[in-house]
């Protein structure tokens, strides 16, 4: 096999450099990006410079990451429509260059760059507040159905009978599937109208505490109460609890009588480890 040609090479980068819209590194004035211009290096005619024909590619790159992020936000996508998401992707990418190998990275930042860059004077429940929540909810969604989950549990596996006796040696912990939001708008009917394929109605405006959750490889968002909120709060934060332990950290973060919450815990706990909320061991 013949060596590689590094002359090749420095071209490649340089067009790389191009395309993903960052300057070429300077420094020991050996790179070609800091000696040549487009029109040193691409072939152009009468009608198309070459500055245009490498905005080609540019433009091509940018519009499939614009394509990745529709897929990943569908929900918002819809709600907005096409021109305006394509208006919050573009200038995403162009003030966020991805940095990951993934096009799954690229989304990561979608949620803070639109509350970033929400218009001054807007509250935190406004319409312009909604495209930032949102994309947090379906970003949650994203990471839950890529986490390991627990679909290999079998459900005879699960130690109900500790919980209705409130065994001391129950242990309490959330899967890596679950993501805890705080919002500030109840997104149930956008989630609704999207699964038919509709285009959904503008939320309302209203605290929503939810939980997101893999369970036999479909992902959900639960609304939950803010008992139950505090009660994955604590679990996440401590790496599990047991149920004693659990029921003494939400009585404290509500100002509730532990043996309330104990019992409130008993009968909502079942459900939500069936839906993979939670998890239980002994």
Same mark, same amino acid.
Request: one cysteine or more; hydrophobic letters at 45%; proline letters at 6%.
């Given at each position: ?17 191009? @395309? ?11 790179? @070609? ?7 040193? @290096? ?17 433009? +091509? ?19 907005? +429509? ?31 760059? &639109? ?31 890529? %986490? ?34 705080? &919002? ?28 997101? %959750? ?57 459900? %939500?480890?069936?839906? +993979?909320?939670?998890?239980?061991? @002994?």
């Amino acid at each position: 096999m013949p060596p590689a040609d590094p002359e090749l090479a420095r071209l490649q980068y340089w067009l790389q450099q191009q @395309i993903v819209g960052e300057a070429a590194v300077a420094g020991d004035g050996d790179d @070609i990006g800091s000696q040549l211009g487009p029109q040193d @290096i691409i072939r152009g005619s009468a009608g198309f410079v070459a500055r245009q024909r490498l905005a080609v590619y540019t433009r +091509g790159y940018v519009l499939r990451l614009v394509d990745c992020l529709r897929e990943e936000f569908p929900m918002l996508r819809r709600l907005v +429509g096409d021109q305006v998401f394509d208006l919050f992707a573009s200038a995403y990418i162009a003030g966020q260059p991805s940095q990951s190998y993934s096009l799954y990275g690229l989304g990561a930042g979608f949620a803070d760059f &639109l509350e970033a860059t929400r218009p001054d004077g807007t509250g935190s429940r406004s319409v312009e507040a909604i495209p930032a929540n949102l994309a947090r909810l379906e970003r949650a969604m994203s990471e839950s159905q890529r %986490a390991a989950g627990t679909e290999a549990r079998r459900a005879d596996d699960l130690p109900i009978d500790a919980l209705l006796h409130a065994s001391p040696d129950l242990r309490l912990s959330v899967p890596d599937t679950v993501r805890l939001l705080h &919002l500030e708008f109840d997104f149930a009917a956008v989630l609704a109208a999207t699964a038919r394929g509709a285009r959904p109605e503008q939320p309302p405006a209203r605290e929503t505490r939810v939980a997101v %959750a893999r369970c036999r490889y479909r992902v959900c968002a639960h609304p939950v109460t803010s008992r139950h909120f505090a009660l994955l709060q604590a679990l996440d934060r401590n790496g599990g609890l047991s149920l004693r332990e659990a029921a003494a950290a939400v009585a404290s973060a509500t100002s509730e009588a532990t043996g309330a919450v104990l019992a409130d815990l008993m009968v909502w706990l079942p459900q %939500a480890i069936a839906e +993979g909320i939670c998890c239980a061991a @002994i």
